[in-house]
């Protein structure tokens, strides 16, 4: 028995051995290839001489093979120990075209495409490719838009892409409906919408194309309104929209529910940290017992404890609301609970949608790194900071956990949008003629961060000239550098004498502290002014060539809870200028500006913005009338641009003193629906002085000037618009005011 046991597990390994070697892989074969090698195709099988074949490492090489998109078909066979892949390239695309898009660019869609010219072609990625480009048509809200690929053979294996593309028109919304509400109004739920009907004044708006993610966004927006106003159980019953017979044009019906509303119940504070006191916490709080339930006081509560809790040194802590619902009572009590969390750690920080602005450019404004104990405060000043440099249209930091409990990486979601402005600016005035203002701007040159900033403006009696160039990370260190040249021209129709200036100019800034930092600068400059034959003794006094060799500084302290869109805090900023190193001037020019701001209200927040400044000779000299301050325009709304102030004819000298007093507060007029901001402001200041006694006979006493005014920012589809209308209150009779001004901006 023992001997045929023995010879029964002889025979069963011999079988399995010789089975093994039947099927050993001892040569492997390739045919069809024609660009890719031999060996970077078994490379991509993941198999090699010596391996035993099954069907498994068949369906295997199969599947490794067609995962690289780079084979059109795919033939294994296994025969006297060789192994024989046949296999079908796919084509090399030489050209990629578009035909029949009229409303979206081709570099536009070249953006969203990953098949370039040379690329391989794949079906799967022609697939991704469309869907990626119907996406951006449905965002402009041609929803019904088609894209079809034809490919068109050539020689050697090559292929052109074509995507013939059928635009659709755009979907607008007709109609919202609002079912199932009771407390307010259907008219203040669409207010509250980015999504509009259609109107007749909405032409040039893109409120009312019909976005399926615009809606979504809509439905949170009303959510949080209900959740903030005393509804903590408000919901969306159904959200439909359906096509309006015969038409393009969708009608939206919203179902809700409300809820009962509720108040505030109990409230209390448990805290694990020693250093913060739960009454003086819970005291704190700005909302009581009875109060009406507000989801949002609850959120903002919890991010001031946190601040609180940074600046007594707890880098790391857990807030935890904890609701407690009493449908009977219709409250909602609150306990809120401290302790201070794990210490966490930076792991890996990443940057997606960056695909113009280079890598370098956001992480500078980052100011934590890998390795760094994580901060929440930092997190949002850097985004702040990414936010401030006005390159994106959105900005979000993610925070994903990883294997490690005590990491995290931090994902850095950007999405770009265009930087470069050309600008068209008019302003009128009854008293004098119209002028015109145009730009040529690019804040994120080559996407590397640097400013170029070409603008001018003609009138009938002056022309102007001013280009600059900025740098403002030079050398890789946070150091900003800034060249620019200036060249002005005027020829006043009253006056006998024409004046020319240019000039150049130097300055670098830097930072000093983390709020503070200090700019230097210098800059040469002529200006020359010649007298007409019949110029009078005041016009002859002014002829001459001044040149001024100046060197200057600004010292900066930016306290604001935000450099992006500010609601609290100040910023103070002081600049002298020195002029008598070299040149024919010698003269001290000091200038400061405080700006302050409070939220008034959870939509409401004022500014109250100050200037004021000097100049004065020295070594004997006077300073020349070119150094004065001058206001109006942007400077004292309402009032033409250095045209007020001491005069003679219709010449402004502008004065050796002035100070600008602006209060400002956004208002709400109810015209979101048409995409436009609004701002009221209120402007009082002043320019006055001449320590020239040749100047006598002017007149430089001090005398108030004022205007009370709205401001428009209308985001249309052709561009920014911004109007002015400014009503004004104080005067001179020399005052040449500009009630009404504009400009019209293309984003490009």
């Known amino acids: 028995m023992y001997k045929q046991i023995v010879v029964i597990t002889f025979l069963l390994f011999t079988s399995s051995y010789l089975f093994a070697e039947d099927n050993k892989i001892l040569s492997i074969e390739i045919e069809g290839n024609q660009r890719i090698d031999k060996e970077t195709i078994i490379s991509y099988s993941n198999t090699e001489v010596g391996q035993t074949y099954s069907e498994n490492l068949g369906n295997n090489i199969l599947k490794d093979l067609f995962d690289t998109n780079l084979f059109s078909n795919i033939e294994i066979y296994f025969d006297s120990n060789n192994l024989l892949i046949k296999i079908k390239e796919n084509p090399t695309i030489n050209l990629v075209k578009f035909v029949g898009n009229s409303k979206i660019k081709d570099e536009d869609l070249f953006v969203e495409i990953s098949l370039k010219e040379r690329s391989v072609y794949s079906r799967n990625k022609v697939k991704k490719d469309i869907e990626r480009m119907l996406s951006l048509y449905q965002r402009s809200g041609r929803l019904s838009s088609e894209i079809i690929p034809k490919v068109e053979l050539l020689d050697n294996n090559r292929i052109n892409l074509t995507y ?55 439905k949170q927006l009303v959510t949080q309104f209900y959740n903030n106003n005393g509804f903590p159980d408000f ?221 001018s403006s003609f009138s009938n009696t002056r022309n102007t000239y001013d280009i600059s160039i900025t740098e403002p990370y030079f050398n890789n260190k946070n150091l900003s550098l800034t060249g620019s040249i200036y060249s002005s ?51 002859n006094l002014l002829a001459g060539t001044d040149t001024n060799s100046m060197f200057g500084y600004s010292l900066i302290l930016d306290k604001r809870d935000s450099r992006y869109r500010p609601s609290s805090g100040y910023n103070l900023v002081i600049d002298q200028d020195i002029s008598g190193l070299g040149g024919t001037s010698y003269y001290v020019k000091n200038k400061f500006s405080y700006n302050i701001y409070k939220k008034l209200s959870n939509r409401l927040i004022g500014a109250l913005k100050i200037q004021a400044g000097n100049n004065f000779g020295y070594n004997g000299k006077y300073a020349p009338l070119s150094s004065n301050f001058k206001l109006g325009g942007k400077k004292l709304r309402g009032f033409k641009s250095g045209k007020i102030g001491p005069r003679t004819g219709n010449s402004y000298t502008g004065g050796q003193y002035f100070y600008l007093t602006s209060l400002e507060t956004n208002i709400d007029f109810n015209l979101d629906a048409f995409d436009i901001t609004s701002t009221l402001f209120l402007d009082i200041g002043s320019v006055w002085g001449l320590e020239n006694p040749a100047y006598s006979a002017i007149d430089d006493e001090h005398k108030i000037r004022s205007s009370l005014g709205v401001n428009f920012n209308w985001d249309s589809t052709i561009g920014p618009i911004n109007i002015v209308y400014a009503s004004i209150l104080e005067s001179e009779v020399n005052d040449t005011t500009d009630n009404l001004y504009f400009d019209i901006g293309y984003n490009f």
């Open 235 to 455: 919901k969306f019953v159904s959200s439909i929209a359906q096509l309006s017979p015969n038409s393009n044009d969708f009608e939206i019906i919203l179902s809700v529910s409300e809820g009962e509303k509720y108040e505030f119940g109990k409230i209390s504070v448990v805290s694990e940290l020693k250093k913060l006191n739960e009454d003086v916490i819970e005291n704190g709080l700005p909302f009581k017992t009875g109060d009406m339930y507000d989801a949002s006081i609850i959120k903002d509560s919890i991010e001031e404890i946190k601040d609180l809790a940074e600046l007594s040194g707890y880098s790391f802590v857990e807030i935890e609301p904890l609701f407690n619902k009493n449908e009977e009572a219709l409250s909602v009590g609150v306990e809120i609970l401290l302790d201070e969390g794990p210490r966490v750690y930076v792991n890996e920080i990443s940057i997606l949608g960056n695909t113009r602005t280079v890598d370098k450019v956001i992480r500078r404004e980052i100011s934590l790194s890998e390795g760094d104990a994580y901060n929440k405060y930092s997190i949002n000043y850097s985004k702040d900071s990414i936010r401030a440099l006005n390159f994106f249209s959105k900005v979000d930091i993610s925070e994903n956990r990883t294997e490690f409990p005590d990491k995290l990486d931090l994902v850095i979601e950007v999405e770009e949008k265009n930087t470069g402005e050309a600008s068209f600016g008019v302003g009128y005035s009854s008293a004098t003629s119209t002028s015109i203002n145009l730009g040529l701007k690019e804040a994120n040159f080559l996407g590397k961060g640097q400013k170029v900033n070409l603008t």
């Open 164 to 218: 013939e593309v059928e635009e659709s028109d755009v979907a607008e919304v007709s109609k919202i409906i609002i079912l199932g509400n009771n407390t307010y109004t259907a008219s203040k739920i669409k207010s509250l919408m980015k999504t509009k009907e259609k109107t007749i004044l909405r032409f040039l708006s893109s409120a009312d194309r019909y976005d399926p993610d615009k809606l979504e966004y809509d």
């Open 489 to 539: 021209f005027t020829d006043p129709t009253s006056a006998n004498y024409e004046t020319e200036d240019l000039g150049i100019g130097l300055s670098a800034r830097f930072p000093l502290a983390p709020q503070i930092s200090i700019e230097t600068r210098y800059s040469l400059f002529t200006a020359k002014i010649k007298a007409d034959a019949n110029a009078t003794a005041y016009e």
